[in-house]
């Protein structure tokens, strides 16, 4: 078998940056937060935006406020949290991509066991601007 034959495809390459992406965001959550998802998957929604998908990420505390009716309160923590660490969150997607987040978006359903979306916005391929993860991080 040549070398040319052992390389990975274009389509492999993408499918295994999306799968370190995850891993990424599990393992950020995990230090975040004190558990990981159960599920993450990553996708590709258009040629410059990244989003993936976290399912189950409450922690036992969050779930009690869940049961206390304190939807809004966690979604407000959490936000503190997600916005507060926005380098931790931008850094892998531009190390695993090569390209710089141009702008990123978190969300949580606090009604659906804590499904989160991280989005990231990047800049087209071969266009360059100020990374986010080096933005004021002021909420």
Request: with cysteine; aromatic share 8%.
């Amino acid at each position: 078998m040549s070398m040319e034959e052992q390389q990975p495809t274009a389509n492999e390459n993408r499918a295994s940056a999306l799968m370190e992406i995850s891993n990424a965001m599990v393992r950020l959550y995990k230090q975040q937060f004190g558990r990981g998802p159960t599920a993450a998957r990553t996708y590709w929604a258009g040629p410059d935006v990244l989003a993936c998908i976290l399912e189950d990420t409450l922690t036992p505390a969050e779930r009690s406020l869940v049961k206390m009716g304190e939807h809004q309160r966690l979604r407000d923590t959490r936000m503190v949290f997600q916005y507060a660490t926005v380098q931790e969150f931008c850094r892998p997607v531009e190390d695993i991509t090569g390209r710089t987040v141009r702008s990123f978006h978190s969300s949580i359903d606090t009604k659906v066991d804590g499904m989160a979306i991280e989005t990231f916005v990047l800049y087209p391929e071969g266009q360059e601007g100020p990374s986010r993860a080096d933005c004021d991080q002021q909420l």
